[in-house]
């Protein structure tokens, strides 16, 4: 039993509408990746190539892209970091789509996703939400409080300011 009962206040943190954007839009980039998986298993390969330990690989990291996403959206801070990575291998992958293998068409809006995602990710919103950010308060003074580490324990120890 907690010696601290958490408040509904302190297990949901309201994100900005940026956090919750990028979360649908990695959620949007797992889809994807299980249609890739789906794709690979349906389409005719050649005598000797082992497509269901390709489609298992994307099928699982699908998976975590749309967990990371969910996280997200529903406003959990842990899956912050995550799709900051999601949206870097995205862009890459879009890099690679677009240019190497002469395919700009495709290439081009993935690159933008993975852009778009780290410009929501890093908007000065996200940032204080990150950090647990009081309104009025620098994000040095957030960071030496202890984020939202900081907030949640300020409530235990009786100052209720947002």
């Known amino acids: 039993m907690d010696v601290f009962p958490v408040s509904l206040a302190d297990k949901i943190v309201p994100a900005p509408r940026e956090i919750r954007l990028a979360g649908l ?6 889809a994807a990746l299980l249609a890739l998986g789906v794709v690979v298993v349906t389409a005719p390969s050649a005598p000797g190539v082992n497509v269901a330990a390709e489609a298992v690989f994307y099928g699982l990291f699908a998976l975590a892209v749309l967990a990371c996403g969910a996280g997200l959206a529903l406003g959990h801070t842990w899956a912050r970091s995550p799709v900051v990575v999601i949206a870097l291998i995205t862009a890459g992958a879009g890099w690679y789509l677009a240019v190497p293998s002469g395919r700009p068409g495709s290439g081009v809006p993935v690159i933008f996703a993975g852009i778009l995602l780290l410009v929501l990710l890093f908007r000065q919103p ?7 950010q009081r309104e009025g308060e620098s994000e040095q003074d957030a960071a030496q409080r202890g984020g939202l ?3 949640a324990a300020a409530r235990h120890d ?3 300011r947002p």
């Open 25 to 30: 839009i990695a959620m949007l980039a797992g």
């Open 126 to 132: 996200s940032r204080a939400w990150a950090l647990g």
């Open 149 to 151: 580490e900081g907030r």
């Open 158 to 160: 009786g100052d209720e």
